[in-house]
């Protein structure tokens, strides 16, 4: 008798483990050609994480994309039959109560509804999650692969804690629980990519976390924009932005002319205007890792030059990206009494996006890595559409940006006006510097984003 209630013991012990285990195997034979991608954010803000969803359908997985889908994605993205969007809900903070209140009820809301859309979601060999935003998305994302067999990959952008710490300060509790929950919590992934090699340096010293780097790089839809469909955008913008618009008539009536371009009415041949502006980029998410004072003030004494008799093109400067610090800057530049310059703050289609890159003379980048490890994927696209860069410098951006060889590096106002006066010294002369600038960029064949992600990540996950 006493042997029948052992063996019953061991087998209502051992039968629900024989369920899980099976129902594990039945989820990932169901699972084996799919993958989840997470982005606690903005689809549509999220580049990396659109590529990596684009580069895992083309190589044969199904993919469920999971954020927020406050911006439309690319429409190569929408297009495809392999890629299911399953749009988060981005709960606002309270308006009442105590800061940390605020914040304790969001990543509550957050980690359930997030576990939720995982548990009802295709079952997946593989979780793909981007960091920062990490809390509580790294936690959640283990959680759920443990339930239901699927490997965390963790692709490390940046650290979440150092962004937070450019609000409150390095030393404010929420940062620093906030750093010790990264920490803790991006040792549990099975993978980690990054994106510079300082970053894997980082996350192996001081993290103990082993990871692989997968440098952005730009897709194929990054390229120099050809004359006539420079027009159409010009065109199709100045409905919208004056900065667009010719500033003169033309002599043809039946013409079509943009700030930069003209249409001939008869032949449909389109060229550019002689003694146009010259048309500088940037482009931003609008926070604190982003100081835009600096191109302020050189294009304040960029203004001075040409005032002062410098042979130099007058500039339309249109700066692109959403963020909370993008009103701050409008007021800021609607103080500008320029004459020759002339600044604009679209947000403009994910298809627009490159084209203007692709039309664009010069691209400037201000963003300062707030851990100093992650580098501006906004000049991998300009570099992608051979459009020379000067960038701000920071502790890795040699990574990427080459002093003098495909861009030019500054640490100042001081510094960014005198390359814009070198660079457009001779603007649009091909013996410039900035066409130099261009002409080996063309030349580099630069590695794109689906030939790298094969080589890179794809053995990764093929081998495990």
């Keep these: 008798m006493a042997a029948f209630y052992v063996a019953l013991l061991a087998l209502s012990v051992s039968l629900p483990l024989l369920l899980l285990v099976a129902w594990k195997h039945w989820r990932w034979g169901r699972a084996?050609?799919?993958?989840?991608?997470?982005?606690?954010?903005?689809?549509?803000?999220?580049?990396?994480?659109?590529?990596?969803?684009?580069?895992?359908?083309?190589?044969?997985?199904?993919?469920?994309?999971?954020?927020?889908?406050?911006?439309?994605?690319?429409?190569?993205?929408?297009?495809?039959?392999?890629?299911?969007?399953?749009?988060?809900?981005?709960?606002?903070?309270?308006?009442?109560?105590?800061?940390?209140?605020?914040?304790?009820?969001?990543?509550?809301?957050?980690?359930?509804?997030?576990?939720?859309?995982?548990?009802c979601a295709e079952p997946a060999a593989y979780i793909f999650l981007q960091n920062p935003p990490g809390?509580?998305?790294?936690?959640?994302?283990?959680?759920?692969?443990?339930?239901?067999?699927?490997?965390?990959?963790?692709?490390?952008?940046?650290?979440?804690?150092?962004?937070?710490?450019?609000?409150?300060?390095?030393s404010h509790p929420l940062v620093l629980l906030a750093k010790w929950y990264e920490k803790l919590c991006g040792r549990l992934s099975h993978l980690n990519l990054c994106v510079t090699n300082a970053m894997q340096d980082d996350l192996a010293e001081n993290w103990g976390i082993k990871a692989v780097t997968v440098y952005d790089k730009p897709a194929s839809f990054f390229k120099e924009t050809p004359l006539d469909l420079q027009h159409q955008l010009f065109m199709k913008l100045r409905r919208t932005y004056p900065v667009f618009r010719a500033r003169s008539e033309s002599s043809d009536p039946?013409?079509?002319?943009?700030?930069?371009?003209?249409?001939?009415?008869?032949?449909?041949?389109?060229?550019?205007?002689?003694?146009?502006?010259?048309?500088?980029?940037?482009?931003?998410?609008?926070?604190?890792?982003?100081?835009?004072?600096?191109?302020?003030?050189?294009?304040?004494?960029?203004?001075?030059?040409?005032?002062s008799g410098e042979c130099l093109p007058s500039l339309v400067?249109?700066?692109t990206g959403k963020g909370p610090l993008k009103d701050y800057y409008s007021c800021l530049i609607h103080q500008k009494r320029f004459q020759h310059i002339q600044v604009c703050t679209p947000w403009l289609e994910a298809e627009d996006y490159p084209l203007l890159l692709?039309?664009?003379?010069?691209?400037?980048?201000?963003?300062?890595?707030s851990s100093g490890l992650d580098l501006p994927m906004k000049v991998v696209d300009m570099f992608g559409c051979c459009l020379?860069?000067?960038?701000?410098?920071?502790?890795?951006?040699?990574?990427?940006?080459?002093?003098?060889?495909?861009?030019?590096?500054?640490?100042?106002?001081?510094?960014?006006?005198?390359?814009?006066?070198t660079l457009f010294s001779k603007f649009p002369d091909p013996a410039g510097k900035l066409h130099q600038f261009r002409e080996s960029l063309r030349e580099s064949e630069q590695l794109r984003w689906d030939e790298s992600w094969e080589r890179t990540v794809l053995p990764l996950i093929s081998d495990t």
């Design 317 to 319: 400067c249109v700066i």
């Design 32 to 119: 084996a050609r799919h993958v989840t991608v997470v982005v606690l954010g903005d689809v549509g803000r999220s580049p990396r994480m659109q590529y990596h969803a684009l580069s895992l359908a083309k190589s044969g997985f199904s993919v469920t994309l999971l954020g927020f889908c406050n911006s439309k994605p690319h429409d190569e993205l929408l297009h495809s039959d392999r890629i299911q969007i399953v749009s988060l809900t981005d709960l606002q903070r309270l308006a009442v109560g105590p800061h940390i209140l605020q914040y304790g009820v969001k990543v509550v809301f957050q980690a359930v509804h997030l576990l939720w859309k995982l548990m």
């Design 254 to 307: 039946g013409a079509e002319r943009s700030a930069f371009t003209e249409r001939d009415a008869l032949s449909g041949a389109v060229t550019r205007l002689c003694g146009r502006p010259a048309l500088l980029v940037s482009s931003t998410s609008w926070t604190e890792d982003e100081d835009f004072s600096i191109l302020l003030a050189a294009l304040e004494k960029f203004e001075q030059l040409i005032d």
């Design 358 to 369: 692709g039309s664009a003379d010069l691209g400037v980048c201000l963003h300062r890595s």
């Design 135 to 170: 809390l509580p998305a790294i936690a959640v994302c283990w959680f759920a692969g443990c339930l239901c067999g699927s490997k965390l990959v963790v692709d490390w952008h940046n650290y979440g804690y150092s962004i937070m710490g450019l609000v409150h300060g390095p």
């Design 388 to 421: 020379p860069v000067c960038a701000v410098n920071f502790q890795c951006l040699h990574e990427l940006v080459k002093h003098g060889e495909n861009g030019l590096v500054f640490e100042d106002s001081e510094e960014l006006a005198a390359q814009l006066q």
